[in-house]
């Protein structure tokens, strides 16, 4: 069982920056898949960024893309978020979530990922 613990949310300015961060229980989880998504309220949950297992290669949705960059951390079972120009519509509580595919495969779809985190509140007001 892989737990995942998001930090780094809070409330910014538009314009402004924050950087979330992921950490995972699990020793191997630079062996799986990470992703964001998103939840505003009253909305469904969105995807926001993905990343391989290897970092070498990312997905961005088109609402986030040249703003948004996933990157995975130094140490071994930590993922990051940082995300630039922040805009209201960007308010939602932010979800780090984990998947494992035996190939180089990155999914796109709540469905695909197995394991989630319990959510960071990212507020940006006008």
């Known amino acids: 069982q892989v737990q995942l613990v998001e930090s780094g949310g809070g409330l910014v300015q538009a314009g402004g920056s924050l950087r979330l961060s992921c950490a995972a229980s699990l020793r191997t989880f630079s062996s799986y898949a990470m992703a964001w998504f998103r939840q505003a309220p009253g909305k469904e949950r969105e995807f926001v960024a993905a990343?391989?297992?290897?970092?070498?290669?990312?997905y961005y949705a088109n609402s986030v893309k040249g703003r948004f960059t996933i990157s995975r951390g130094n140490a071994k079972n930590t993922g990051h978020l940082q995300m630039n120009s922040l805009k209201p519509e960007d308010t939602a509580v932010y979800y780090c979530?984990?998947?494992?595919?035996?190939?180089?495969?990155?999914?796109?779809?709540?469905?695909?990922?197995?394991?989630w985190g319990q959510g960071t509140q990212v507020t940006v007001s006008s």
């Open positions: 979530a984990a998947a494992s595919w035996n190939s180089d495969y990155v999914g796109t779809e709540l469905g695909e990922y197995d394991y």
């Open positions: 990343i391989d297992w290897s970092g070498g290669s990312t």
